[in-house]
Protein backbone atom coordinates (compact mmCIF):
# COMPACT_ATOMS: atom_id res chain seq x y z
CA UNK A 1 0.00 0.00 0.00
CA UNK A 2 2.67 2.57 1.21
CA UNK A 3 4.96 2.04 -2.52
CA UNK A 4 1.46 2.14 -3.99
CA UNK A 5 1.28 5.59 -2.84
CA UNK A 6 5.18 6.59 -2.69
CA UNK A 7 4.55 5.86 -6.87
CA UNK A 8 1.10 8.05 -6.50
CA UNK A 9 3.53 10.80 -5.27
CA UNK A 10 5.95 11.38 -7.49
CA UNK A 11 3.38 10.27 -10.17
CA UNK A 12 1.79 13.99 -9.25
CA UNK A 13 4.57 15.40 -8.59
CA UNK A 14 4.00 16.67 -5.22
CA UNK A 15 3.67 19.76 -4.78
CA UNK A 16 2.71 20.44 -8.34
CA UNK A 17 5.58 22.86 -10.29
CA UNK A 18 6.83 24.31 -6.93
CA UNK A 19 8.63 21.08 -5.85
CA UNK A 20 12.30 22.17 -5.94
CA UNK A 21 11.07 25.92 -5.07
CA UNK A 22 8.77 24.69 -2.15
CA UNK A 23 12.23 22.71 -0.55
CA UNK A 24 14.18 26.24 -1.60
CA UNK A 25 11.76 28.31 0.10
CA UNK A 26 12.06 26.87 3.49
CA UNK A 27 15.56 28.63 3.61
CA UNK A 28 14.28 31.54 0.81
CA UNK A 29 13.79 35.43 2.84
CA UNK A 30 10.08 35.87 3.94
CA UNK A 31 9.67 38.28 1.52
CA UNK A 32 10.18 35.49 -1.24
CA UNK A 33 8.12 33.14 0.24
CA UNK A 34 5.03 36.06 0.28
CA UNK A 35 5.78 35.89 -3.21
CA UNK A 36 5.54 32.05 -3.76
CA UNK A 37 2.43 30.35 -5.53
CA UNK A 38 1.50 27.15 -3.83
CA UNK A 39 -0.15 24.81 -6.31
CA UNK A 40 -2.57 22.01 -4.83
CA UNK A 41 -5.08 19.48 -5.39
CA UNK A 42 -7.91 18.71 -3.53
CA UNK A 43 -9.50 15.12 -3.63
CA UNK A 44 -12.88 14.32 -2.60
CA UNK A 45 -15.51 11.78 -2.09
CA UNK A 46 -18.04 13.36 -3.90
CA UNK A 47 -19.45 12.65 -7.80
CA UNK A 48 -18.05 15.78 -9.43
CA UNK A 49 -20.68 18.94 -9.38
CA UNK A 50 -23.05 17.21 -6.66
CA UNK A 51 -25.18 19.88 -5.12
CA UNK A 52 -23.98 21.68 -1.79
CA UNK A 53 -21.41 19.15 -0.97
CA UNK A 54 -20.00 18.38 -4.18
CA UNK A 55 -19.66 22.51 -4.81
CA UNK A 56 -18.34 23.16 -1.06
CA UNK A 57 -14.56 22.55 -1.98
CA UNK A 58 -14.99 24.31 -5.15
CA UNK A 59 -16.09 27.20 -3.62
CA UNK A 60 -13.84 26.81 -1.00
CA UNK A 61 -10.68 26.96 -3.70
CA UNK A 62 -12.04 29.67 -5.26
CA UNK A 63 -12.34 31.73 -2.02
CA UNK A 64 -8.43 30.93 -1.34
CA UNK A 65 -7.73 32.01 -4.85
CA UNK A 66 -9.36 35.22 -4.37
CA UNK A 67 -8.17 35.92 -0.81
CA UNK A 68 -4.77 34.87 -1.39
CA UNK A 69 -4.20 36.67 -4.73
CA UNK A 70 -3.66 33.92 -6.38
CA UNK A 71 -1.01 32.77 -3.99
CA UNK A 72 -2.32 29.49 -3.04
CA UNK A 73 -3.98 27.51 -6.44
CA UNK A 74 -5.93 24.63 -4.91
CA UNK A 75 -7.43 22.23 -7.91
CA UNK A 76 -10.58 20.07 -7.23
CA UNK A 77 -11.03 16.79 -8.15
CA UNK A 78 -13.91 15.00 -8.16
CA UNK A 79 -14.24 10.84 -6.51
CA UNK A 80 -12.32 8.89 -8.96
CA UNK A 81 -10.98 11.48 -11.00
CA UNK A 82 -7.40 11.06 -9.74
CA UNK A 83 -8.46 9.33 -6.55
CA UNK A 84 -10.94 7.28 -5.69
CA UNK A 85 -13.42 8.38 -2.93
CA UNK A 86 -12.35 5.54 -0.39
CA UNK A 87 -8.97 6.16 -0.84
CA UNK A 88 -8.93 10.27 -0.12
CA UNK A 89 -7.45 10.18 3.42
CA UNK A 90 -5.09 7.77 2.71
CA UNK A 91 -3.39 9.80 -0.48
CA UNK A 92 -3.78 13.22 2.10
CA UNK A 93 -1.90 11.51 4.84
CA UNK A 94 1.06 10.20 2.32
CA UNK A 95 1.03 13.28 0.69
CA UNK A 96 -0.04 12.06 -2.78
CA UNK A 97 -2.06 15.21 -2.39
CA UNK A 98 -2.02 17.98 -0.36
CA UNK A 99 -5.71 18.57 0.82
CA UNK A 100 -9.23 16.28 1.16
CA UNK A 101 -12.60 16.79 1.17
CA UNK A 102 -15.31 14.23 2.30
CA UNK A 103 -16.67 12.87 5.87
CA UNK A 104 -14.70 11.43 9.03
CA UNK A 105 -16.92 8.20 9.29
CA UNK A 106 -15.87 6.73 5.91
CA UNK A 107 -12.69 6.21 7.48
CA UNK A 108 -14.31 3.43 10.09
CA UNK A 109 -12.06 0.94 9.16
CA UNK A 110 -8.88 2.69 9.89
CA UNK A 111 -9.91 5.08 12.89
CA UNK A 112 -12.91 3.64 14.52
CA UNK A 113 -13.61 7.19 17.16
CA UNK A 114 -13.27 9.12 13.94
CA UNK A 115 -16.61 8.97 13.58
CA UNK A 116 -17.86 11.10 16.17
CA UNK A 117 -16.12 13.93 14.06
CA UNK A 118 -19.12 13.51 11.69
CA UNK A 119 -22.23 11.69 13.06
CA UNK A 120 -23.57 9.96 16.05
CA UNK A 121 -26.87 8.34 15.52
CA UNK A 122 -29.20 10.18 18.76
CA UNK A 123 -25.91 12.55 19.07
CA UNK A 124 -25.75 16.37 18.09
CA UNK A 125 -27.31 18.73 15.38
CA UNK A 126 -25.49 20.78 13.06
CA UNK A 127 -25.66 23.80 15.49
CA UNK A 128 -24.76 21.58 18.77
CA UNK A 129 -21.92 20.05 16.65
CA UNK A 130 -20.44 22.86 15.98
CA UNK A 131 -20.95 24.66 19.22
CA UNK A 132 -18.55 20.85 20.76
CA UNK A 133 -16.09 21.48 17.58
CA UNK A 134 -15.21 25.14 18.09
CA UNK A 135 -16.29 25.91 21.46
CA UNK A 136 -16.74 22.47 23.48
CA UNK A 137 -13.17 20.97 22.57
CA UNK A 138 -14.11 18.51 19.70
CA UNK A 139 -11.63 20.41 17.84
CA UNK A 140 -8.66 20.36 19.88
CA UNK A 141 -9.21 16.63 19.93
CA UNK A 142 -10.09 15.75 16.38
CA UNK A 143 -6.31 17.83 15.06
CA UNK A 144 -4.68 15.55 18.24
CA UNK A 145 -6.51 12.36 16.47
CA UNK A 146 -5.39 13.22 13.24
CA UNK A 147 -2.24 14.31 13.97
CA UNK A 148 -1.58 10.67 13.89
CA UNK A 149 -2.13 10.79 10.59
CA UNK A 150 -0.11 13.41 9.57
CA UNK A 151 -3.30 15.38 8.58
CA UNK A 152 -4.89 18.62 10.27
CA UNK A 153 -8.27 18.21 9.98
CA UNK A 154 -11.10 21.34 9.63
CA UNK A 155 -15.22 21.10 9.81
CA UNK A 156 -15.87 21.89 6.11
CA UNK A 157 -19.76 21.79 6.29
CA UNK A 158 -22.73 20.39 7.59
CA UNK A 159 -26.41 19.33 5.74
CA UNK A 160 -28.50 19.19 9.08
CA UNK A 161 -30.80 17.09 9.99
CA UNK A 162 -30.75 14.16 7.15
CA UNK A 163 -33.94 12.02 6.33
CA UNK A 164 -33.60 8.16 7.20
CA UNK A 165 -34.12 7.24 3.36
CA UNK A 166 -35.43 5.16 0.94
CA UNK A 167 -37.33 2.41 0.74
CA UNK A 168 -39.72 -0.19 -1.52
CA UNK A 169 -41.84 -1.53 1.29
CA UNK A 170 -43.53 0.13 4.27
CA UNK A 171 -41.65 -0.14 7.57
CA UNK A 172 -44.04 -0.96 10.51
CA UNK A 173 -42.12 -2.89 13.20
CA UNK A 174 -38.72 -4.20 13.40
CA UNK A 175 -39.44 -7.32 11.71
CA UNK A 176 -39.52 -4.94 8.72
CA UNK A 177 -35.73 -4.29 8.64
CA UNK A 178 -34.59 -7.92 8.85
CA UNK A 179 -32.05 -9.28 6.46
CA UNK A 180 -32.54 -5.75 4.56
CA UNK A 181 -29.53 -4.55 2.82
CA UNK A 182 -28.92 -1.21 3.32
CA UNK A 183 -26.88 1.55 2.49
CA UNK A 184 -26.10 3.40 5.49
CA UNK A 185 -21.96 3.96 6.74
CA UNK A 186 -20.67 5.02 10.20
CA UNK A 187 -22.16 4.27 13.66
CA UNK A 188 -25.69 4.44 11.21
CA UNK A 189 -24.58 1.27 9.85
CA UNK A 190 -23.95 -0.44 13.00
CA UNK A 191 -26.91 0.04 14.86
CA UNK A 192 -29.28 -0.68 11.99
CA UNK A 193 -26.79 -4.29 11.42
CA UNK A 194 -27.97 -4.59 15.40
CA UNK A 195 -31.39 -4.43 14.81
CA UNK A 196 -30.99 -6.83 12.38
CA UNK A 197 -30.77 -5.09 9.01
CA UNK A 198 -27.65 -5.61 6.93
CA UNK A 199 -25.30 -2.48 6.37
CA UNK A 200 -23.25 -1.79 3.61
CA UNK A 201 -20.82 1.50 3.25
CA UNK A 202 -20.82 2.60 -0.15
CA UNK A 203 -19.95 5.97 -1.67
CA UNK A 204 -22.23 8.61 -3.12
CA UNK A 205 -21.89 7.74 -6.97
CA UNK A 206 -22.50 3.75 -6.91
CA UNK A 207 -26.01 4.35 -4.58
CA UNK A 208 -28.51 4.90 -7.60
CA UNK A 209 -27.28 1.74 -9.76
CA UNK A 210 -26.77 -0.63 -6.69
CA UNK A 211 -30.31 0.32 -5.60
CA UNK A 212 -31.55 -0.06 -9.37
CA UNK A 213 -30.41 -3.16 -9.59
CA UNK A 214 -31.09 -4.72 -6.22
CA UNK A 215 -27.48 -4.72 -4.82
CA UNK A 216 -28.53 -2.81 -1.61
CA UNK A 217 -32.74 -2.70 -0.68
CA UNK A 218 -32.60 0.51 0.66
CA UNK A 219 -30.69 3.69 0.93
CA UNK A 220 -30.24 6.85 2.98
CA UNK A 221 -27.88 9.39 1.55
CA UNK A 222 -28.78 13.28 2.82
CA UNK A 223 -31.96 14.82 2.65
CA UNK A 224 -34.98 16.21 -0.43
CA UNK A 225 -32.34 18.53 -2.10
CA UNK A 226 -29.54 15.97 -3.06
CA UNK A 227 -31.58 12.81 -2.83
CA UNK A 228 -33.48 14.55 -5.78
CA UNK A 229 -30.06 15.26 -7.71
CA UNK A 230 -29.06 11.76 -7.67
CA UNK A 231 -32.74 10.55 -8.72
CA UNK A 232 -33.34 7.97 -5.92
CA UNK A 233 -36.89 8.53 -6.07
CA UNK A 234 -37.08 6.30 -9.53
CA UNK A 235 -35.83 3.67 -7.56
CA UNK A 236 -37.27 3.93 -4.70
CA UNK A 237 -40.99 4.56 -3.26
CA UNK A 238 -40.99 5.21 0.51
CA UNK A 239 -39.22 8.34 1.91
CA UNK A 240 -38.24 8.23 5.28
CA UNK A 241 -37.75 10.28 8.16
CA UNK A 242 -36.18 11.43 10.83
CA UNK A 243 -32.40 11.30 9.86
CA UNK A 244 -32.10 9.19 13.27
CA UNK A 245 -28.61 7.77 11.93
CA UNK A 246 -27.35 11.42 11.08
CA UNK A 247 -28.78 14.48 13.03
CA UNK A 248 -26.10 16.61 11.82
CA UNK A 249 -23.26 15.00 10.17
CA UNK A 250 -20.12 17.18 9.89
CA UNK A 251 -17.97 17.15 6.30
CA UNK A 252 -14.32 17.41 6.75
CA UNK A 253 -11.84 19.21 4.87
CA UNK A 254 -7.86 17.52 5.56
CA UNK A 255 -4.52 18.99 5.01
CA UNK A 256 -1.51 17.26 4.40
CA UNK A 257 0.48 18.10 7.89
CA UNK A 258 3.88 18.91 5.75
CA UNK A 259 1.99 20.79 3.20
CA UNK A 260 0.17 22.58 5.89
CA UNK A 261 3.04 23.73 7.47
CA UNK A 262 4.89 25.22 4.18
CA UNK A 263 2.93 27.43 4.03
CA UNK A 264 3.17 31.10 5.47
CA UNK A 265 0.73 31.74 8.27
CA UNK A 266 -1.49 34.40 5.84
CA UNK A 267 -2.17 31.74 3.86
CA UNK A 268 -2.48 29.00 6.67
CA UNK A 269 -5.42 31.69 7.74
CA UNK A 270 -6.77 31.67 4.56
CA UNK A 271 -7.07 28.31 4.36
CA UNK A 272 -9.06 28.30 8.04
CA UNK A 273 -11.05 31.32 6.96
CA UNK A 274 -12.87 30.25 3.45
CA UNK A 275 -13.02 26.26 5.01
CA UNK A 276 -15.06 28.06 8.20
CA UNK A 277 -17.10 30.06 5.91
CA UNK A 278 -17.97 27.11 3.74
CA UNK A 279 -18.87 24.97 6.99
CA UNK A 280 -21.35 27.45 7.83
CA UNK A 281 -22.63 28.51 4.02
CA UNK A 282 -23.16 24.87 3.05
CA UNK A 283 -25.91 24.39 6.47
CA UNK A 284 -27.45 27.29 5.04
CA UNK A 285 -27.38 26.36 1.47
CA UNK A 286 -29.45 22.87 2.91
CA UNK A 287 -31.76 24.81 4.83
CA UNK A 288 -32.60 26.90 1.91
CA UNK A 289 -33.08 24.06 -0.52
CA UNK A 290 -34.01 21.17 1.23
CA UNK A 291 -37.76 22.64 1.37
CA UNK A 292 -38.81 23.00 -2.43
CA UNK A 293 -36.94 19.83 -3.63
CA UNK A 294 -39.10 17.97 -0.81
CA UNK A 295 -42.60 19.64 -2.28
CA UNK A 296 -41.35 18.85 -6.09
CA UNK A 297 -40.35 15.14 -4.88
CA UNK A 298 -43.90 14.24 -2.86
CA UNK A 299 -46.08 16.82 -5.98
CA UNK A 300 -44.36 15.94 -8.82
CA UNK A 301 -42.46 12.69 -8.34
CA UNK A 302 -45.51 10.51 -6.03
CA UNK A 303 -42.68 10.04 -3.29
CA UNK A 304 -44.57 8.53 -0.34
CA UNK A 305 -43.40 10.37 2.61
CA UNK A 306 -43.29 8.47 6.04
CA UNK A 307 -42.38 8.99 9.59
CA UNK A 308 -40.33 5.85 11.21
CA UNK A 309 -43.00 4.58 13.90
CA UNK A 310 -42.28 5.64 17.27
CA UNK A 311 -41.58 1.78 18.54
CA UNK A 312 -38.79 1.44 15.37
CA UNK A 313 -37.40 4.70 16.79
CA UNK A 314 -37.32 3.69 20.66
CA UNK A 315 -35.29 0.52 19.64
CA UNK A 316 -32.93 2.53 17.07
CA UNK A 317 -32.13 5.05 20.12
CA UNK A 318 -31.33 2.15 22.92
CA UNK A 319 -29.22 0.13 20.30
CA UNK A 320 -27.08 3.14 19.47
CA UNK A 321 -26.78 4.16 23.10
CA UNK A 322 -24.85 0.84 22.90
CA UNK A 323 -23.21 0.83 19.78
CA UNK A 324 -21.70 4.23 20.61
CA UNK A 325 -20.27 2.97 24.26
CA UNK A 326 -18.88 -0.38 22.43
CA UNK A 327 -16.65 1.42 20.15
CA UNK A 328 -14.22 3.15 22.64
CA UNK A 329 -11.52 0.81 22.55
CA UNK A 330 -8.05 0.99 24.71
CA UNK A 331 -6.54 4.04 23.59
CA UNK A 332 -7.14 6.59 26.05
CA UNK A 333 -7.62 9.36 22.93
CA UNK A 334 -10.55 7.25 22.20
CA UNK A 335 -12.12 7.42 25.69
CA UNK A 336 -11.34 11.23 25.86
CA UNK A 337 -13.36 11.89 22.70
CA UNK A 338 -16.19 9.68 23.59
CA UNK A 339 -16.27 11.15 27.34
CA UNK A 340 -15.90 14.87 25.90
CA UNK A 341 -18.64 14.43 23.33
CA UNK A 342 -21.75 12.59 25.99
CA UNK A 343 -20.62 15.33 28.14
CA UNK A 344 -21.26 18.32 25.96
CA UNK A 345 -24.14 16.31 24.50
CA UNK A 346 -26.25 15.94 27.96
CA UNK A 347 -25.17 19.48 28.53
CA UNK A 348 -26.85 20.69 25.98
CA UNK A 349 -29.68 18.78 25.24
CA UNK A 350 -30.94 20.66 28.57
CA UNK A 351 -30.39 23.74 27.23
CA UNK A 352 -32.05 23.01 23.91
CA UNK A 353 -35.37 21.40 26.01
CA UNK A 354 -36.19 25.38 27.02
CA UNK A 355 -34.60 26.89 23.92
CA UNK A 356 -35.16 25.19 20.34
CA UNK A 357 -37.41 22.05 21.20
CA UNK A 358 -39.64 24.62 23.27
CA UNK A 359 -39.49 27.27 20.76
CA UNK A 360 -40.38 24.71 18.14
CA UNK A 361 -43.15 23.54 20.28
CA UNK A 362 -44.30 26.98 20.77
CA UNK A 363 -44.52 27.44 16.73
CA UNK A 364 -46.29 24.21 16.19
CA UNK A 365 -49.05 25.48 18.37
CA UNK A 366 -49.54 28.40 15.58
CA UNK A 367 -48.86 26.05 12.47
CA UNK A 368 -51.61 24.29 13.70
CA UNK A 369 -53.93 27.09 14.16
CA UNK A 370 -53.50 27.99 10.35
CA1 LIG B 1 -26.24 10.21 5.06
Redesign the pocket.
Given at each position: MKIKYLMLVSMLSLYGCGGTEDRASSEASGEAKAKEVYSWRMVTTWPKNLPGMGVAPETIADMVRKMSNGRLDIRVYGAGEIVPAREVFEAVSQGAVQMGHGAAYYWKGKVEIAQFFT?VPFGLTAQEMNGWLFHGGGMELWRELYARYNLVPFAAGN?GV??A?WFNREINSLEDIQGMKMR???L?GEVFEKAGGIAVNMHGGEIFTSLQTGVIDAT???GPYNDLAFGLHRVAKYYYYP?W??PG?TLEAIVNKEAYDSLPEDLQEILRAAVLTVNSDLLAEYTARNNAALRELVDNHGVELRKLPDDVIKELARLSKEVTASIVDEDPLSQKIYDSFTRYRSDVVEYQKISERAYGDARSLLEDSD
Open positions: ATQMGIPGGEWVGQEP
